[in-house]
């Protein structure tokens, strides 16, 4: 398998981001990085990026997880960040990436984790739930969902489209547009630091086209996963955007189905697709009521 590590000198200096690397191997030979920061026998709380995004997004969340008293990691997806990329775009695919999320996990060994995802962070671990409950206390999911063959949006049919076609794919300015806030160039660097070639953004442009809206390969095993999730009973919240158009009123669906969202203190935050840019805190205290088993009273 053809291998490409973005140089560490890309990630020099990068601004609101202090944290020393870390490594596991897993399986096919492939390293993941991540972050993992407060004291090793605190609650985990798994913070899972999207596309084209890394862990870096979640850098204003990490600190105020620590003071709260929560182990913070924030894993890179294999092909994001400073994660290994494979350069073949057959090497990528949703059961692939769950099966390296799962390996990088069971070689951690973690468990009574809070997973907080958003964007294809819910699409991986929704399923890594599913699959290994066990491990799991919580979910804190924020503008994301597990689609199973519902017909495709207009507006992520033309991301898909962009991703997959445009000439040009300028990942800073394109969490840049989806944050709702004018990021810094500094900022905007930092989301382009682990791409510098073309080839190094193979896992980021293909991934939209992996997302199961219509007929995808991936439809049973998101049932399997739903059916699961039916049954998961642990606390269970959705912290949603206003401003995002493609995740818009998805959290119906998670607090109708996963016996765990009922009686939660669900709520709106603000900003658009990428809320850790926009709402970190409110990210947090939604976090801080999963550990805390935040029903609502009734």
């Not at 900022?187 to 630091?193: F, G, Q, T, V």
């Amino acid at each position: 398998m053809r291998v490409y590590r973005t140089p560490d000198e890309r990630f020099a200096a990068l601004p609101d981001w202090p944290y020393a690397p870390k490594y596991r191997d897993i399986s096919d030979g492939l390293r993941v990085h991540y972050v993992d920061e407060g004291a090793p026998d605190a609650q985990p709380v798994l913070m899972l990026h999207g596309e084209p995004t890394w862990g870096y997004l979640y850098r204003h969340m990490i600190g105020p997880l620590v003071d709260a008293g929560f182990r913070a990691v924030v894993p890179d997806l294999i092909g994001f960040g400073r994660s290994d990329k494979p350069l073949d775009r057959a090497a990528y695919s949703y059961a692939g990436q769950v099966a390296w999320m799962r390996a990088w996990i069971e070689a951690l060994d973690l468990r009574n984790m809070i997973l907080a995802c958003q964007d294809w962070g819910s699409l991986i671990g929704l399923r890594l739930v599913a699959e290994m409950p066990e491990r799991f206390a919580g979910v804190a999911l924020s503008n994301g969902g597990l689609p199973e063959g519902q017909p495709v949006p207009r507006a992520f049919a033309i991301w898909r489209a962009f991703s997959r076609y445009s000439p040009f794919f300028p990942i800073g300015r394109i969490v840049n547009a989806g944050a709702k806030r004018a990021l810094s160039d500094a900022e905007i660097a930092a989301y382009d630091a682990p791409f510098p070639t073309r080839a190094s953004k193979v896992a980021a442009r293909i991934f939209p086209s992996f997302v199961p809206l219509g007929a995808n390969v991936a439809v049973p095993d998101q049932k399997r996963a739903w059916t699961a999730l039916e049954r998961f009973d642990k606390p269970f919240l959705c912290c949603f955007t206003d401003g995002d158009p493609i995740t818009r009123g998805g959290d119906a669906l998670f607090a109708e189905r996963v016996p765990g969202a009922h009686g939660m203190a669900h709520r709106t935050l603000s900003g658009g697709h990428f809320v850790q840019e926009n709402d970190p805190a409110g990210f947090v205290a939604a976090i801080c009521d999963v550990a805390a088993g935040g029903r609502s009273p009734t």
